[in-house]
């Protein structure tokens, strides 16, 4: 018995070393950390069926850089290509032209008719000399629900479930001038369900132990009850918001800044989001002087 497995064991090894020099497919996500340098991939994350018959096809991104961001205008470097498009390829078709550090999941739509049947939509983004592309077609295994974009990926249905989404409106900006922070007041209303779980109880990290399990948050408590994020979306320049992560809604309001590095149309998207998870989405443009 020795023989056959001396060679099951060095078929295993050839195997593993096939792969460990195995070259890294484009859209792979490598476990390795980069500030900058990587591309951005485009995700298709799923379709829905609207009540006329035709169709959304919903997308996000990954751009895989942990610090850098990227301004990249509708054109040769960020185009759609879909067949109601007579030259088949659409300048701007919508898409975000701004590029946030890691995953920004259900960013935009685009709508096809009733009829678009097995054809697809190509969005291409070139970043750092690299293109990536993601193919969105109606796949029936891909079908997803208004109810799986508001919850940001949780596919639950939850047919019977009361909790209705929180709805938020954004007070009246005052002038925009580069370099000059503009208060984002985020004004938003709920109808409490779920109930806020208790805040978690901040840990001393001196005090676990080491060993598996005993990684532990070091931000303390997360924000429970309702929050609100900021996603820039486009635009010429960079956006610094005043605080970054999510926003406690306190009294029904959340605030910050946003500061503009150049002049001219920005768009950002305020993201209110209740204790369950359900969020609705506000878009705010902005124009800088």
């Excluded at 701007?92 to 008719?113: I, K, N």
């Excluded at 109606?138 to 208004?146: G, V």
């Excluded at 970054?244 to 800044?257: E, S």
């Amino acid at each position: 018995m020795k023989g056959p497995v001396a060679v099951f064991a060095l078929a295993v090894l050839l195997a593993v070393a096939m792969r460990a020099q195995a070259p890294q497919l484009p859209t792979e996500i490598s476990s390795i950390r980069h500030n900058s340098g990587e591309s951005v991939t485009p995700y298709f994350e799923g379709w829905i069926r609207n009540a006329n018959g035709t169709f959304d096809l919903v997308f996000g991104y990954f751009n895989r850089n942990f610090a850098q961001e990227f301004s990249i205008a509708a054109g040769p470097d960020n185009f759609v290509e879909a067949p109601s498009q007579s030259s088949g390829r659409s300048v701007d078709q919508g898409q975000p032209t701004y590029f946030m550090p890691r995953r920004q999941r259900y960013v935009y739509r685009v709508h096809v008719p009733s009829d678009f049947g097995q054809k697809e939509v190509v969005w291409s983004v070139t970043a750092n000399g690299r293109t990536e592309r993601a193919y969105g077609s109606l796949i029936p295994a891909e079908e997803i629900t208004d109810r799986v974009v508001t919850t940001n990926g949780n596919y639950d249905p939850a047919v019977n479930d009361p909790n209705k989404p929180p709805s938020i409106t954004i007070a009246p900006l005052g002038p925009a001038v580069v370099g000059n922070p503009v208060t984002l007041t985020a004004i938003v209303t709920d109808d409490g369900l779920p109930k806020p779980r208790r805040p978690a109880t901040r840990v001393d990290p001196k005090a676990v132990t080491a060993g598996f399990g005993g990684q532990v948050n070091g931000s303390g408590t997360q924000p429970q009850g309702l929050t609100v994020r900021w996603l820039h979306y486009s635009g010429p320049g960079k956006v610094i918001f005043g605080q970054t992560g999510t926003l406690q809604v306190a009294n029904g309001q959340a605030m910050t800044t946003a500061t503009f590095a150049e002049p001219g149309t920005y768009k950002l998207i305020a993201v209110a989001e209740d204790a369950g998870h359900l969020s609705t989405r506000i878009d705010v443009i902005v124009l800088v002087q």
